[in-house]
């Protein structure tokens, strides 16, 4: 038995996203570029996904870029836009919460010469306009700021964030990859210049993203090849990804999101109650994924805590990167004033729409057994305030 | 990413808790850096008769300071002090290069635990 609770790291494929996959691994196979009639039905295809994506954040479909990801949407946004318009000036705005995507494109890009500001978030993971309003200079020629938080699941107010930008006549960046279909996203309302999605966080394939670029926007591609994706992004589509990301999409748009809200609300109640000497991260309403739960307990090691309830079946990733290859606390959980102890201690659970009530009783009795297990044999004793 | 015998020390650590009459206590760590272990000695004649940890750490940090408390088990102060953390590594079967500085972590605990304990029996001489 999984209890599956790691669906901010990736989704279960909808079996009709699979159903609409398959013809183009094995009957409609062509080269979206060949003139001949298989290669006009893997054209259009791709065209009628794109329409499909683009109809889904209200955008036009020369407006959709077909990547293969969150992270290679990030990179093209950001060096793209950065490269394109450096005789502009030199300078971007980000935050320290962003996924590494973007913070890692941002530091590689200080090497190139541009000058990078990381803006501070409050105590719920919120970027404040003020700050950004300051931080922008007459150099400053592109802001990249995360829609919904990947690991606290803040979600920023990127209308108010995008006026910013758009008064200031500086370009406007968004990763919506974890906001994508939960949160309602309308780039003909929104000031966004653009922005980043991915298929395999909504139930899609993995390997298929898409950048939204606002018509005139100017980027340079980040690789050379053929004038694929209006020369924006070479190389052959996709084809079955990207039907599967359309398909995915739509399917994403009518999912009921305020049931995986109450799913989500359960799971918090359940856990306070249960568990003491805990910490709620991120904020508590409307500004908050509706599927992410983040909390530390204290006194406790996340990955020694998420391996017990691997052991249970349930899957379940820790707030800090310490299970990965590197050893540093998260960056993210650091930024919003947890100290290094307790950021050790975190756990990330995000649900999805198959996520029942039943499911979280299981992992909250198996986090409160291996909870007091750990605490048992740990040598620390630190009270934390429980903050809800 | 872990062995079967990582995993066993890990899920079902025999040596974790808390001792009474304790002969030598070693802690090292810091919880910053998501490590913090305690290990306690007791010494009859000696040898190290028993051994417990306290473990704030990961699954290789747990099964590493169960794995100091078994092998110390039996050993003269001596044969203790000469422990190296490759000594917990083959004992363990092997542990992944991220998590190495976990037995280094054992064996400084050990050793603090032992020099805990030369300092208490010199004090009371």
């Known amino acids: 038995m999984t209890i599956y609770l790691d669906n901010g790291a990736t989704t279960a494929v909808d079996k009709e996203v699979v159903e609409a996959m398959l013809p183009f691994f094995k009957d409609k196979y062509g080269n979206a570029s060949s003139m001949h009639h298989a290669g006009q039905d893997a054209r259009k295809a791709v065209d009628d996904a794109r329409q499909k994506i683009a109809d889904a954040l209200g955008a036009e479909a020369k407006e959709i870029i077909f990547t293969s990801g969150g992270t290679e949407s990030d990179n093209l946004a950001i060096k793209g836009a950065a490269r394109a318009n450096k005789e502009k000036g030199n300078h971007i705005i980000t935050t320290k919460i962003e996924h590494p995507a973007v913070l890692s494109t941002c530091k590689k890009l200080e090497k190139e010469g541009f000058s990078v500001t990381y803006l501070d978030v409050d105590p719920d993971g919120l970027v404040s306009p003020e700050s950004l309003e300051k931080a922008i200079t007459d150099k400053t020629i592109l802001v990249s700021i995360i829609h919904g938080n990947n690991e606290i699941g803040t979600v920023q107010d990127i209308a108010g964030l995008g006026k910013i930008c758009r008064e200031k006549g500086v370009l406007f960046h968004t990763d919506a990859v974890q906001s994508f279909t939960k949160v309602p996203l309308d780039v003909s309302l929104l000031p966004v210049d653009m922005m980043s999605i991915s298929a395999h966080k909504i139930h899609g394939p993995k390997g298929t993203g898409a950048l939204y670029v606002r018509a005139g926007t100017r980027l340079k591609p980040l690789m050379q090849g053929g004038s694929h994706e209006f020369k924006m992004r070479p190389g052959t589509e996709n084809v079955p990804g990207i039907v599967g990301f359309a398909r995915a999409a739509e399917i994403a748009l009518a999912v009921d999101v305020s049931k995986i809200t109450e799913v989500r609300n359960h799971a918090f109640k359940q856990i306070i109650k249960e568990i003491d000497n805990i910490k709620v991260n991120g904020p508590r309403d409307e500004m908050r994924l509706c599927n992410n739960i983040n909390i530390s307990f204290a006194n406790v090691e996340g990955e020694a805590l998420g391996s017990y309830l691997d052991i249970d079946g349930i899957c379940v990733s820790t707030g800090s990167a310490c299970s990965s290859q590197t050893l540093e606390p998260s960056h993210v959980l650091l930024a919003i004033g947890l100290s290094k102890e307790i950021a050790n201690g975190t756990l990330r659970m995000t649900l999805s729409k198959h996520t029942t009530k039943e499911e979280i009783d299981k992992a909250v009795e198996s986090l409160k057994k291996h909870t007091e297990k750990l605490r048992a044999i740990s040598p620390l004793n630190t009270v934390l305030e429980n903050v809800q | ?125």
């Open chain 2, 1 to 125: 990413m872990y062995n079967e015998t990582v995993m066993k020390h890990f899920k079902n650590p025999t040596n974790a808790g808390d001792m009474e009459c304790v002969d030598g206590c070693g802690k090292v760590g810091n919880p910053s850096c998501g490590d913090v272990m305690m290990v306690q000695i007791k010494v009859d004649d000696g040898k190290i008769t028993d051994a417990k940890f306290k473990t704030f750490g990961c699954c290789a940090a747990i099964a590493a300071s169960d794995a100091v408390c078994e092998i110390v088990k039996g050993k003269t102060l001596e044969e203790a002090a000469a422990l190296t953390k490759d000594d917990i590594v083959k004992f363990l079967g092997d542990l992944p290069c991220v998590k190495i500085h976990c037995s280094i972590l054992g064996i400084e605990g050990l050793q603090k635990a032992i020099e805990d304990h030369k300092a208490r029996t010199a004090s009371t001489v």
